[in-house]
Each structure stands twice: as structure tokens, then as C-alpha cells.
């Protein structure tokens, strides 16, 4: 039976049912310390002076740390513009000062926690208040106060896109569609708060236990920021409790590594533990970013979108952390997956005193969908056209040539996924075009009174499997196989992270079907720095993609080495994607990505235009995964994409005011709870081989987020007949829409 292709049970499956597995909270050293940070809890200031002698001199404290122990205060994934510790006494210029109410001032180390936390109360810290930037609108306004004062302005990317003649177009457009929309942003909210250990191991490298994205990354921040090789750093992933994008970013790793570090130089060389509260990680790690889109686009009243013409402002927070990137996949979405003659894009990020942007779960993808798509959808219903028609009548194809100047990757299904996924929905194509026959889907009781509207929407979207726009991508992986006569076990060293989504799991299946093994002779050595090579991140939907590529190959070395005779045989292997470009300064052109995966989503709403809520009852949700190496992990991944995305479109608002954090429990950031999800939400996998994906498989982690909230707000128009072009949707937003406030 082959090992890819069905549903094998999760290698950690047993292991979290049980309680048995161990999450970086749960583990525990003998004679460890523990430790606590002093957030800044205001969002622009110059510390003057930090007076720790208070907190020193409570009984059981054993350290407090400061900027001046950091001997390079500085990190960042892609640029190091955050200082580690904020205060006096460090070489990193302005590091004197905090950007938001998250930047850590001080890291405590006691004999307990409580005792941590009650010293941490007694640091004296003198601040200087500066004018605090709220929002992008103050960000750019001439004369602002520049947050980062080595920049010349608060705005820190750029990017335009000019592709044919886009006021010629929209002369030639018979109807003009224009929005502003804004998109909210969003808190990760993952099961385990950030927790972790460190310590010096047995070969006197500093080691740090923590959930994370990317050890390897991790390790390359730590072995910075204390000035240290690489080779002098470990870092180790147990069991992780989600993360979607918000681990990527450092959080707690650096301050455990300094605190164990300094400790072991004073001769006390104890592990040290670090959980952070709900409300702390609120705070502390970086969300989606919230984004304003201005868009007006044009179409013939044969269907044909002739111009395309948006503005992206994005709001990066205090620091860079994964903003430009974002932005880069927000733009290319903004236009979405259509062949479009004339664009015109504009789009930047700018900072301000909020908690700062970084990676979520659809990287930018969602917000540029959520215009993109609605603009589609408004252009049709401007055109009484059906939303399917005009997509059909204008979507790229494999091979085509986009506004970015290059095509889709080889083996592009976005036609195909459209196509199949309105049919399930119950659209059908006849000679007329296509149409929707509503007894179709989705299949409901009568409507309990008439204030209960009921709507159907639809949207789709494509996105990124793997780094882009010209990052270096790698991924490593080491295949041994030990026995005499025949191959009795194998033994894989990688790296990536499993997050929940069951990475592991797939590794050991591909493991297996490489090597022509049963499942049960395959053993992982899994994230740690000390036994694997660079796997890359735990993001980008690439990890599945990345990981079978480089497993595949290095499996096929070691058999080749196997039938040599070499015992046993041992083979590491690279891989190394096609190459990718960065957008033009001037046209936009790039060739941005290797892989894409392909999705498109029908929903279906009620409305109740008496309270103002919104319920979603069906989702269908169409991914081409290129090859289901394991079928009901890609459902399970649907399905929790679906209602992470019903929270975001719906329920998820995150208040921020003059860049304090309003909403940081969730009594008032409210998720979705099991009474709040869609009632039924059908998968549609579909299987069109990536001509680069190992097996043909494609990654589809982040892809059912991407098109389900303008396929929401297209659902609550065909209930209500009115648009609403910013969300979440929130009863009161609903009901000032219909005109009820």
C-alpha cells in the first residue's frame, strides 16, 4: 500500500490525547528559575533612567536584565530595527526608546514566579513621553513625528505597478466600479500563550525549549543579538500549540537566551522558564496587519475588465518584522487572478505606535482578495451579470501572462478550481453562461420569520507556496537507513516545525513512500538545530511542498548509496526551488513566486436585520493540493482555515486607541466558539499536479482563508442588497449598514 495518498494516523496523535506530549509550559528542569518581563504599557516614550535596585533586593530574586546586557540589542526577521531590551546603556541608537505598548524594558529572574512578578512591579522606570502616531492617517500627515528617526519619513516601503494604460482603459470601460475598504486586525490567538526554557546544554551551547516558526532562524536572531556563532546556539521545538504565522517573529527567545547566558557567566548556570499570560501575548507578539484599499475598476458590457486601478496603505506598527513581504503578496492579490490590460497599483506601509504587523495565516493574501474579489462582485452585479460568468470571462489560465508581467507557476488550476467549486455550489453552465440554481445549495428548512435574510457569495484567490519575491529558499533534509541485508529502519533529520497542522505526520508518509518502507520503519529526529539542517520556516503554505522535495532527495541518495553497499548509508540533500525576482521599482514586473495553490469558497449566510447578526451556515471550500498525500489532515486544515476565517470576517475586532490595546483578554476580543462556526462546511479537494511539488502536491495550508470574507460580505448583499466594504461584521456595523442606527 502505498504510504501517501491516505489517511494515516498523526504521529502525535496518541501523545496529545493522553496529555502525555510535553508543550514548552509543561516542561520543567531540575533547579530551574523563572522569569518575567517588564513591558513598556505605553506606546511612544524615551526611557530616561530604569532603577532596578528595588526589584534586586527582594528575597529570591536572582538577576534582573537590562539593555546594557544585550551585547547586540537588536532583532528583526528581516531587518534588525527592534531593540531586544529598550532603555539606556545600549550601543543600538534610540534603543533609549519604546514604540509600542508590547517592547520589553526588563527580564526578572527569581527563584519562583511569583516573586519574579512582584519584583517586577518594583523597577523604577522615568519616561518621557513623545507624541504617539495612532493610525496611519497621523503616520503620513506632513510634519508628523518620525518614529524611527534614522528614516526620513514614517511611510518604510513602496511599491507601484504600471502595466498598459489605465486611464485609457477606463475610457474604454462601460462600467466603473469604485470601494475603500479596510480590513481589520487580527490576533492569532493559538492555544498555548508563548512559553520556554533555556539553558547551557552538556556541550556548553546556549539551548532554547520554545514553540517557534523557524529554529534555525531563531537560532541565527539568538546567536546575534548575544554576539555569539551560530555553532554556540541550540534551539529546540517540542511541541508546539499553534502559531499561524505569529511565531514567526521573535517573542521570548532572545531574553531566555540572554538570561541563561549572563547566569551561567556569574557561575550559576540553572535553567530559567518564562510563560507569558493571555493578555501579555495579546501584547507581545506582532498580528495581521490592518490594511485601507481604494479601488476602482472598470469592465465592457461583454464582461471584459479592461482597468484595475488600487491604493494599499498598510499599517506596519512599531517595527518592520515581515511588513514588506506582506505587502508585496497584498499587492499582487489586489488585482487577484484575472488578465486585466491596464493596472495601476500603489501600495505602502508606514508605521505608527501600534502593536506591529507581521505574518498571519494568508500573508497579505486576504487583504488584497477582499478587494479584489469584491470588486468583482460589485462589477457583476453592476453589469446584472452572474459572478461566475465574469470570472470565467476574464480568469488567467495556465500559461497566461498577468499584470506582474510573468504567469501564474506551471500547472496553474485557478480556471479549474473556479469551475469546480461553483458547480458544487450549485452553479451550472449553459449556453446563456452560468447561472446558480439556489434549490441546489445550499439545501435549508424554510426561513423562521421574515427578518432572517439569506444570501449566497462566492470569491476566489490564489497565493504563494514557498518564500517570494527573490528570498532565498532552501529547504534540508538527512536520510539514514541502518540493517544488513534489507533496509530494517530509517531514521529522517528535519527540521520543520509542526505547528498543528500535522507536519510530521506528512514527512514520515513521504519518508515511507520515498524509501519504499512501511511507516513503522521510519523514525524522525525533528527541530533541533543540533541534528538537522535549515528546513526554512513553518509558514508560506511550503512546509509540506519544501520538505517532500528534500526528503525525496535525499532518500533517493541514500538508496543509491544503500545499493553501493555502504552500511549504513547516510545522504543529505538540499533543495533548492526555482528562482524568484522582486517587483520592479518602476512597472511592478516580477516574477514573485515558484508555486501557487488555488482555492475558490461559496458561502451561505443568514441575516437577521433585526439584531444585526450574521450567521454562516455552509461553506464550500474548493483547494487544488496538487497530490492529498494525507487526505483528512487537508480537511482538517479546511476546516480550520474556514473558522478562523468566519472569526476574522465576522466576530474578530481588535481595538487598538492612540495605540493602546483595548480588546487583550478574550472577554472582549471575542473568537469563534463551537456555537458561533458555519454549521456545515464541505471540502472539495482537488488534485492537479504542480509540475514542482514532489508527488505533484501543492500547499493549501493558508488557502481557505484567503476568499472567505468578500465571499461573506457577497452572501450578506444577496440577502440585504447592500455592500459593506469593511468587516469584521460586527451586529452594530451590520445594522447601521441596513440603515437601523
Known amino acids: 500500500m502505498s504510504a501517501i495518498g491516505r489517511s494515516a494516523q498523526r504521529v502525535d496523535a496518541r501523545g496529545k490525547v493522553t496529555g502525555q506530549t510535553l508543550y514548552p509550559g509543561d516542561i520543567n528542569y531540575p533547579g530551574q528559575l523563572y522569569g518575567k518581563l517588564l513591558f513598556a504599557n505605553r506606546p511612544h516614550a524615551r526611557i530616561l533612567s530604569i532603577d532596578t535596585r528595588p526589584a534586586e533586593a527582594l528575597p529570591g530574586v536572582v538577576a534582573v536584565f537590562t539593555a546594557g546586557d544585550v551585547p547586540v540589542n537588536e532583532y528583526g526577521l528581516i531587518y534588525t530595527d527592534q531593540p531586544v531590551l529598550c532603555g539606556p546603556g545600549s550601543s543600538k541608537p534610540h534603543a533609549d526608546r519604546v514604540r509600542f505598548v508590547g517592547d520589553q524594558v526588563a527580564f526578572i529572574v527569581a527563584e519562583s514566579e511569583a516573586i519574579a512578578a512582584r519584583a517586577r512591579d518594583l523597577i523604577q522606570v522615568d519616561y518621557e513621553d513623545l507624541p504617539v502616531i495612532g493610525n496611519v492617517s497621523q503616520a503620513e500627515q506632513p510634519g508628523a513625528f518620525v518614529l524611527h528617526p534614522e528614516k526620513d519619513s514614517n511611510t518604510f516601503v513602496q511599491y507601484r505597478v504600471r502595466h498598459g494604460d489605465v486611464e485609457a482603459g477606463f475610457a474604454a470601460a462601460d462600467v466603473i466600479v469604485e470601494g475603500e475598504y479596510h480590513t481589520p486586525v487580527q490576533e492569532h490567538a493559538y492555544l498555548a500563550p508563548e512559553s520556554g526554557l533555556a539553558y547551557i546544554d552538556d556541550q556548553g ?428 489532515q487537508i480537511i482538517g486544515q479546511i476546516e480550520g482555515g474556514v473558522v478562523q476565517a468566519a472569526g476574522y470576517a465576522i466576530m474578530e475586532d481588535f481595538i487598538q486607541q492612540d495605540g493602546y490595546v483595548k480588546t487583550p483578554f478574550f472577554s472582549n476580543y471575542l473568537i469563534p466558539t463551537v456555537l458561533d462556526v458555519p454549521d456545515r462546511v464541505e471540502s472539495l479537494i482537488l488534485e492537479y499536479p504542480d509540475p514542482e511539488g514532489a508527488w505533484g502536491l501543492r500547499g493549501m495550508a493558508e488557502m481557505p482563508l484567503i476568499p472567505l470574507a468578500p465571499a461573506v460580505i457577497a452572501a450578506v448583499h444577496d440577502a440585504t442588497g447592500v455592500w459593506i466594504d469593511r468587516f469584521p461584521l460586527t451586529p452594530q456595523r451590520v445594522l447601521a449598514a441596513l440603515g437601523k442606527l
Open 205 to 632: 551551547r546556549v539551548t532554547v525549549e520554545v514553540a517557534g516558526q523557524w529554529a534555525h532562524e531563531e537560532r541565527l536572531a539568538v546567536a546575534h543579538a548575544l554576539g555569539l556563532p551560530e555553532e554556540q546556539v541550540r534551539v529546540i521545538h517540542p511541541a508546539i500549540g499553534g502559531a499561524f504565522g505569529g511565531r514567526e517573529d521573535m517573542s521570548i527567545q532572545i531574553v531566555l537566551a540572554l538570561a541563561a547566558w549572563r547566569l551561567a557567566q556569574r557561575g550559576v548556570p540553572r535553567p530559567v522558564k518564562l510563560i507569558w499570560s493571555r493578555a501579555e501575548s495579546m501584547i507581545g507578539h506582532h498580528k495581521r496587519h490592518a490594511y485601507i484599499l481604494r479601488a476602482k475598476w472598470g469592465a465592457t458590457r461583454a464582461g471584459k475588465i479592461v482597468a484595475a486601478q488600487c491604493e494599499l496603505i498598510a499599517d506596519g506598527g512599531a517595527y518592520i518584522y515581515t511588513s514588506t513581504k506582506v505587502l508585496g503578496n497584498a499587492t499582487l492579490m489586489s488585482i487577484g487572478p484575472y488578465l486585466i490590460p491596464n493596472v495601476k497599483i500603489d501600495a505602502r506601509a508606514v508605521f505608527t505606535n501600534n502593536v506591529p504587523g507581521g505574518a498571519f495565516r494568508g500573508f497579505g493574501g486576504p487583504q488584497g482578495a477582499f478587494a479584489a474579489e469584491t470588486q468583482v462582485n460589485k462589477l457583476a452585479a453592476a453589469l446584472g451579470m452572474d459572478p461566475i460568468e465574469l470570472r470565467m470571462r476574464n480568469i488567467a489560465r495556465d500559461g497566461d501572462v498577468l499584470f506582474f508581467q510573468s504567469p501564474l507557476p506551471k500547472g496553474s488550476s485557478m480556471d479549474k478550481v473556479v469551475e469546480q467549486g461553483a458547480q458544487a455550489a450549485g452553479w451550472s453552465r449553459a449556453a446563456a453562461g452560468w447561472q446558480r440554481d439556489a434549490a441546489r445549495w445550499p439545501q435549508l428548512p424554510p426561513v423562521a420569520g421574515a427578518h432572517i435574510k439569506r444570501g449566497v457569495g462566492f470569491a476566489s484567490g490564489f497565493k504563494n507556496v514557498g518564500f517570494s519575491f527573490g528570498f532565498p529558499e532552501r529547504c534540508y533534509a538527512t536520510v539514514e537507513l541502518h540493517g544488513d541485508a534489507q533496509i530494517e529502519r530509517a531514521v529522517v533529520h528535519h527540521a520543520g516545525s509542526d505547528v498543528g497542522q500535522g507536519a510530521h505526520t506528512v514527512f514520515q508518509q513521504m519518508a515511507a513512500e520515498a524509501l519504499d518502507l512501511p511507516l513503522e520503519k521510519v523514525e524522525m529526529v525533528l527541530a533541533d538545530t543540533a541534528v538537522t539542517g535549515d528546513s526554512g520556516s513553518a509558514s508560506a503554505s511550503r512546509l509540506t511542498f519544501m520538505a517532500g522535495n528534500a526528503i525525496r532527495g535525499a532518500a533517493q541518495q541514500a538508496l543509491q548509496q544503500w545499493a553501493n553497499e555502504e552500511r549504513p548509508a547516510i545522504a543529505e540533500y538540499k533543495y533548492v526551488p526555482p528562482a524568484t525576482t522582486p517587483l520592479d521599482p518602476e512597472t511592478g514586473a516580477t516574477d514573485p513566486n515558484f508555486a501557487c495553490g488555488y482555492v475558490a469558497e461559496a458561502v451561505a449566510v443568514e441575516v437577521d436585520t433585526e439584531t444585526g447578526h450574521v450567521h454562516i451556515t455552509d461553506v464550500l471550500c474548493a483547494d487544488d493540493v496538487g497530490k492529498a498525500i494525507n487526505p483528512q
